[in-house]
């Protein structure tokens, strides 16, 4: 059962605290392994977009879904449901383990029909989620939220409104509205990708901007961002007591047009990142500058394989917590691509695994880096895969968990300490 909107930001919850537990399995976690998953859906229709969009769910998700993590088999037990109908569907929680924070990207706040970002308390005893504050994303269509490694600021990328947005984070975890907005400009990609796989019809994203990602480099110096329709990564200084932002020596990197970079993840050292680029099927090695900022493209691997023909549309790329692997998603061919890192960053095939399921939009390794969660879209379910650590190769575990409509996967150990405890009423500001 929902409860009414909250503030007209069209956030529906249950009644109370708007998370619904589920029994303790019958042998449930023990203390030192506690491990819970959040699971980001769609749980509403996206509307008004051009039918060239290539996401258009139906919304079969229930909001924010939570399980209890098996750390020895990788197995998932369901633990509860924030139900929300505005598709949360990117989550991150903070360093501390206590608030929780998603974009949610069906909603429409205000005349200009800008989406949402929401702030949860977490219940350590139970993971359970607790409504703090909602506010305006400063953009159509939230898409991504991360952390900046000060914890002071939430970073947004609006994929329809093709803008980003800084959100002060306070002390109690609240989120204020943007203290910075960055609307993407330029001269949009063409159709067709230049290396678009033979026969490909997988058009779409290049209508308009769109921020697809952001997220800073591990320092905290600088922020990245990607626009789809753009063929850009664009990096950003950002100022520490403002949150603006500037643009950096070097304000952008270009890739090859209409190929459409879709996300980005650095390797550990910081030396290195990688882009996976949704329409081109390709993943670019770059060289990253900690002192500029400064992207330098070096190499350009497929993430298909050798004669392939017809349309796909990437993913999730992922690069494995010692950084000796890279694993990159295809939709519509319905695979993890995996990659062994050689020398200088360098990518090399190794191989690649069916995701049990139809359109892999993410996936996301454990923090043990035993095992891989691909959350399947149109399939409607999480398949978990075991890791070979030597090999970097993924065995299906025989699981799979119905989802509706799965987006995001985070997780969290939590603390046997409770968290602090918010004494006044959530807020939710227009």
């Given at each position: 059962m929902s409860g009414p909107d909250i503030s007209g930001l069209g956030i529906s919850v249950r009644a109370g605290e708007g998370d619904s537990p589920q029994p303790h399995p019958s042998q449930g976690p023990t203390e030192d392994s506690r491990l819970m998953a959040y699971v980001g859906t769609f749980s509403s229709p996206i509307?008004?977009?051009?039918?060239?969009?290539?996401?258009?769910?139906?919304?079969?998700?229930?909001?924010?879904?939570?399980f209890w993590v098996d750390r020895e088999s990788g197995a998932l037990t369901e633990a509860g449901v924030y139900e929300m109908g505005t598709s949360p569907s990117c989550l991150v929680v903070n360093q501390a383990g206590d608030r929780l924070y998603s974009a949610n990207e069906t909603d429409r706040v205000g005349p200009h029909g800008h989406g949402s970002i929401s702030a949860f308390a977490i219940d350590a005893s139970d993971g359970s989620l607790r409504l703090i504050n909602t506010v305006p994303s400063a953009g159509a269509g939230p898409t991504y939220v991360s952390i900046h490694p000060s914890g002071k600021y939430l970073l947004v990328a609006n994929?329809?409104?093709?803008?980003i947005a800084v959100l002060p984070i306070e002390q109690d975890g609240r989120l204020g509205h943007a203290v910075d907005v960055k609307e993407d400009s330029g001269q949009?990609?063409?159709?067709?990708?230049?290396?678009?796989?033979?026969?490909?019809?997988?058009?779409?994203?290049?209508?308009?901007?769109?921020?697809?990602?952001?997220?800073?480099?591990?320092?905290?110096?600088?922020?990245?961002?990607?626009?789809?329709?753009?063929?850009?990564?664009?990096?950003?200084?950002?100022?520490?007591?403002t949150g603006k932002l500037t643009p950096a020596a070097?304000?952008?990197?270009?890739?090859?047009?209409?190929d459409g970079p879709r996300h980005f993840h650095f390797h550990p050292d910081g030396q290195w990142l990688y882009s996976i680029q949704e329409e081109g099927s390709t993943v670019v090695l770059f060289d990253f500058s900690s002192e500029t900022g400064e992207l330098s493209p070096r190499q350009t691997v497929s993430t298909l394989p050798p004669g392939f023909a017809g349309s796909n549309f990437c993913s999730e790329i992922l690069v494995s917590h010692d950084g000796?692997?890279?694993?990159?998603?295809?939709?519509?061919?319905?695979?993890?691509?995996?990659?062994?890192?050689?020398?200088?960053?360098?990518?090399?095939?190794?191989?690649?695994?069916?995701?049990?399921?139809?359109?892999?939009?993410?996936?996301?390794?454990?923090?043990s880096g035993r095992y891989l969660y691909c959350g399947n879209q149109r399939a409607d379910n999480l398949a978990v895969f075991k890791v070979d650590r030597a090999s970097g190769g993924l065995e299906f575990t025989g699981q799979f968990v119905p989802v509706g409509n799965p987006s995001h996967i985070v997780f969290l150990k939590l603390a046997s300490s409770t968290p602090q405890v918010l004494t006044d009423n959530p807020v939710n500001e227009n």
């Open positions: 509307k008004d977009t051009l039918p060239t969009q290539v996401d258009l769910p139906p919304g079969n998700g229930r909001g924010i879904h939570r994929y329809f409104g093709g803008s949009l990609g063409p159709t067709r990708a230049t290396n678009a796989p033979l026969g490909s019809k997988a058009f779409s994203g290049h209508d308009h901007t769109h921020a697809h990602m952001i997220q800073s480099d591990p320092s905290g110096k600088f922020v990245l961002h990607v626009d789809l329709g753009l063929d850009r990564i664009f990096v950003w200084r950002i100022e520490m007591t070097t304000p952008f990197v270009a890739l090859p047009p209409g000796r692997f890279v694993y990159a998603g295809n939709r519509l061919y319905d695979s993890i691509a995996i990659f062994s890192v050689g020398p200088k960053g360098r990518l090399e095939r190794v191989g690649e695994v069916w995701t049990r399921g139809d359109y892999p939009r993410s996936f996301t390794l454990d923090p």
